[in-house]
């Protein structure tokens, strides 16, 4: 059997680079936004992406696919055990990091 990890010479050639500042591992959409984020650090970095899958598609089964800043029975739940302040505190950061997503990852791939 052959090992999936033997790529030809063009394959290694084309999507490996020789040297790796980064390994991202997971092209969903944590793993392109993390990715991203790098890159606008220093555009200079050597990232690499991989994926158990031959495409990303951006939705994990892991968080089923989807975004959001929470439910409204997860907010109030969080106001109780963490306060207003903090809860407030806790949505903006959702909130930016759902615009920084939606201005930085094409809304047409992510339907």
Not at 96 to 108: A, D, E, F, P, R
Request: glycine share 8%; aromatic share 10%.
């Amino acid at each position: 059997m052959q090992n999936s990890l033997t790529w030809n010479y063009w394959e290694r050639r084309t999507y490996l680079p020789e040297e790796v500042d980064f390994c991202i591992v997971g092209a969903g959409i944590s793993g392109l936004s993390t990715a991203i984020a790098i890159a606008e650090k220093n555009s200079d970095y050597n990232i690499l992406v991989i994926d158990g899958l031959h495409y990303q598609s951006l939705a994990s089964t892991r968080n089923a696919g989807f975004l959001c800043i929470g439910s409204p029975s997860e907010i109030l739940s969080d106001i109780d055990s963490s306060g207003l302040e903090r809860m407030t505190e806790i949505l903006e950061k959702r909130f930016l990091g759902y615009q920084w997503i939606q201005n930085n990852i094409n809304n047409n791939v992510i339907n």
